[in-house]
């Protein structure tokens, strides 16, 4: 799987709270420092990069969710 460049990601893609499945999170987040260590699937304070304007269409949310 090939890394997404900050600068690249940004410009077509925004970050996705509560969506990620476990293992499956973008970055660093709730404590961790690398993706792919999320530990269970949707929680609030993981993240993904999905395309723009699609985050609220699949139940996520653009700012981390509180526990």
């Known amino acids: 799987m090939a890394a997404v460049s900050a600068p690249a990601a940004a410009a077509d893609k925004e970050k996705c709270y509560g969506i990620a499945q476990a293992g499956k999170n973008d970055c660093a987040a709730n404590g961790h420092s ?3 260590q999320a ?3 949707k929680d609030g304070a993981e993240w993904k990069f999905v395309a723009k ?3 609220t269409k699949m139940n996520g949310t653009l700012e981390p969710m509180k526990k």
């Open 34 to 36: 690398c993706a792919g």
């Open 39 to 41: 530990k269970m699937d």
């Open 53 to 55: 304007g699609s985050c």
